[in-house]
């Protein structure tokens, strides 16, 4: 099975086109209504559905770092500051990680982009 992302409100919705394109399945916070529930809300969303959070939001990597240190379960984060990868290579490296690595091995982890 290949890691199924779920996208924050703050990543631009180029990536998200981006992925779908190469056909990763990714469902949006405003999809699913989840927009404004905050941080720790939202990663529990994620978990509950079994997706990996992707985000440019440096307050969802704090949430996630702090539950690797008290041994919360998450299903994964993985970030990029919107400022430091194109588009492109956002997509390039999301759509690596769905296709190459398997949603156990994203459990409880924090993978920042670039990969390379």
Known sequence: MSVRFYVDHN??????????LRDVDVL??????AHQMPDPKLL?????LR???FTNDDDLVVEAVCRQREGVSF???VYVH???LGIGETVEDLELIAKATEPEELEGQVFYLPLR
């Open 11 to 20: 990543v631009r919705s180029a990536v998200v086109t981006g992925l779908r």
């Open 28 to 33: 949006t916070a405003f999809e699913d209504g």
């Open 44 to 48: 529990d969303r994620a978990t509950t």
């Open 51 to 53: 997706r990996v959070l």
């Open 75 to 77: 299903a994964g984060v």
């Open 82 to 84: 919107q400022e430091k």
